[in-house]
C-alpha cells in the first residue's frame, strides 16, 4: 500500500480548505467541494477521448487502491473523491485528485 493511504484520517475543514488551495494552485484548476467530497468535471471532444480518461483514472484508481465515483456523459466525466471508511475526505483523496489532474498536463 501507498505511504500516502496508511495511518488516514477525516481532515478537519480547515485542513480541507488549504488542501483546496494547494490542489487549485493560482490556475484555480476547479476541484470543488460539494457534499462532502471532492469533486471536478472535465471535458472533452468526444465519448472516445470521455473514455479514454475514464479508464486513466480507473488505472489510477486501482494502483492506488483508492476508487473514485465516475459520472460520465458523451463529452463529460465528473471525477468524485470522499473517502468512505473515514466519512470524510482524507489527504488520499487529494493525492489521487493531483495524480487524475496530471492525466491533463
Known amino acids: ?8 484520517r477525516a481532515l478537519s475543514a480547515t485542513e480541507v480548505v488549504t488542501q483546496l488551495s494547494q490542489l487549485n494552485g493560482e490556475q484555480a484548476l476547479g476541484w470543488r467541494l460539494i457534499d462532502g ?7 472533452f471532444k468526444d465519448f472516445h477521448q470521455t473514455m479514454g480518461f475514464a479508464n486513466a483514472v480507473a488505472f489510477i484508481a486501482n494502483a ?3 476508487h473514485p465515483a465516475l459520472a460520465l ?3 463529460q ?7 468512505h471508511d473515514m466519512s470524510g475526505i482524507t489527504v488520499s483523496d487529494f493525492f489521487c485528485a493531483s495524480k487524475v489532474d496530471a492525466l491533463m498536463a
Do not use: I, P
Open 73 to 75: 456523459s458523451y463529452k
Open 77 to 83: 466525466c465528473t471525477v468524485r473523491f470522499h473517502t
Open 1 to 8: 500500500m501507498n505511504k500516502v493511504h496508511q495511518g488516514r
Open 64 to 66: 492506488e487502491d483508492h
Open 37 to 43: 467530497a471532492l469533486e471536478k468535471t472535465f471535458n
